[in-house]
């Protein structure tokens, strides 16, 4: 009784994490940049349960009749983030950028080298290239700038003077396995655990003009809220019965 009942509360957990997650992309689905995120589910090491079978002669030993796996419980083994693409919004400022394929930009924040999908960048008034948050954006020879009040960004991300095509810098755009993410306690900064590879410039388009939207699926996080609620029920339900019968295991059986 007590195992079902750690059972079923180690799912309620479960499904109070998955609620939080839910929550949180419906709260930054217009948040440019954010990837959605869920939680991996893993279960705890499972048990084969047998039943003891009495010998009926005093020369049989006794027997063990195997009943089955019995699961012991669930939990949020790591964090996942969606590197699905989001859509590509136009917003005609020269400083957004948005990354028509995989990456992310390189930016330097106080706590180091961190990375984003999101390219809502702006001109400080010194002419370094920020993002919103007031971040550097790198490029190949550190931080980007001073920019002239003109400029363009090529598809590979380099950044030329619009007045002189002289080259200025080139965006740093790497490449970061979905295992590797981690979320910096901001909705589009990462870290990654391991050190990421920098995505050669054939292989990057990048959209001059455009604003990278949410990844998030309304659609899905909403199917996936009622499936959450109605695990964490019957989960509920199981918690609520074993407590019953723990009740009249204490109350009833112990009075015979």
């Known amino acids: ?27 930054n689905m217009n948040n440019p940049g954010y990837l959605e995120e869920s939680e991996r589910v893993t279960s705890f090491p499972r048990l084969l349960v047998s039943r003891l079978t009495p010998s009926t002669t005093s020369d049989k030993p006794s027997e063990n009749v195997p009943l ?55 001109v400080d008034p ?39 095509s002289q080259v200025i810098d080139r965006l740093t755009i790497v490449n970061i396995p979905a295992e590797d993410l981690d979320r910096d306690g901001l909705t589009s900064l990462y870290n990654s655990q391991n050190q990421p590879t920098e995505i050669p410039p054939k292989n990057i388009r990048v959209e001059q003009g455009f604003i990278e939207e949410s990844n998030v699926d309304l659609n899905a996080q909403m199917v996936k809220m009622i499936q959450v609620t109605r695990s964490y029920s019957a989960n509920q339900k199981v918690v609520q019965t074993n407590d019953e019968i723990l009740q009249k295991a204490v109350n009833e059986i112990g009075k015979v």
Do not use: W
């Open 1 to 27: 009784m007590l195992r079902g009942l750690y059972t079923a509360a180690s799912g309620m957990i479960m499904n109070n994490q998955q609620s939080e997650a839910i929550d949180r992309n419906l709260e």
């Open 68 to 122: 089955g796996i019995m699961g012991t419980g669930v939990y949020a083994e790591k964090v996942l983030y969606s590197t699905e693409p989001g859509l590509i919004r136009e917003t005609g400022n020269m400083t957004d950028v948005a990354l028509n394929g995989d990456g992310f930009f390189a930016i330097e924040t106080l706590d180091g080298e961190r990375y984003t999908r999101n390219g809502h960048f702006q």
């Open 126 to 164: 010194s002419g370094m290239l920020r993002t919103a948050g007031g971040n550097l954006v790198l490029g190949q020879n550190g931080a980007i700038g001073p920019l002239p009040d003109d400029f363009t960004i090529l598809q590979d991300g380099t950044i030329i003077s619009t007045e002189s």
